[in-house]
């Protein structure tokens, strides 16, 4: 898949689910229960131990779905993510080279960024989407929303503090799509491997940002 068909379904999707896991078998479980659910993309975070063979493993299973590597750091973890099959990379902050690398290679970069310096400077560099983050502590949509004045251009990707109550609201406010961790991958259900209620979390979140997109068309 392309860089442009990978930013096509992020924005179609709306959502890139953050797998943080204790255990590579917890982030395959989190990874097939969200596919389950109706997101076709996962971000596997390098935080999980083993990560890049789970992102190995996800690209060989799993063709269908979008798969991402998070936290990624530096250019160095950046390649090796890539050469597992990862085939977008999102990072926590504004690292340039690791945006470099993502430009060289043709890959779609979600960088990390909060202040309008952080996120003109990551702009300006290439990436591809702004990973607002931590937005919630921030002021959540309403700090969205008042960024989207001056960068209305900038597609934005909300995380941290978006979950089931607030989703709507950062839509509403100009998220192209919305990064959820343990709000959608919980922990206890990880541990209980209850599938069925990441399914359920994972259909959720798909009704709600079809509802406000569907609202937002219709106004």
């Not at 395959?28 to 990560?51: K, L, Q």
């Not at 936290?71 to 990072?91: I, K, M, P, Y």
Request: aromatic fraction near 4%; charge should be neutral.
């Amino acid at each position: 898949m392309d860089k442009a068909a990978v930013r096509k379904r992020i924005e179609e999707v709306g959502i890139v689910p953050i797998i943080r896991a204790t255990s590579p078998d917890e982030a395959r479980f989190a990874a097939d229960a969200i596919r389950e659910g109706g997101i076709s993309i996962v971000e596997i975070t390098m935080t999980v131990p083993g990560a890049l063979d789970v992102i190995s493993e996800l690209a060989r299973k799993s063709p269908e779905v979008l798969l991402g590597a998070g936290t990624v750091l530096n250019a160095e973890s950046a390649s090796r993510c890539l050469d597992a099959g990862a085939q977008f990379l999102v990072s926590p902050g504004l690292h340039l080279k690791t945006v470099e690398h993502a430009l060289k290679h043709q890959v779609l970069i979600i960088a990390g960024a909060l202040t309008p310096t952080e996120i003109m400077a990551a702009w300006e560099a290439g990436a591809d989407f702004i990973k607002v983050f931590p937005c919630s502590n921030v002021g959540g949509p309403s700090y969205l929303r008042a960024l989207k004045g001056p960068f209305p251009e900038i597609p934005m990707v909300p995380t941290g503090g978006v979950n089931l109550e607030t989703a709507a609201e950062f839509l509403r406010s100009g998220a192209a799509a919305l990064g959820v961790g343990g709000e959608l991958i919980l922990k206890d259900a990880l541990k209980a491997r209850d599938a069925q209620r990441l399914r359920d979390l994972a259909a959720r979140y798909v009704a709600i940002i079809k509802k406000s997109r569907h609202t937002t068309t219709a106004a």
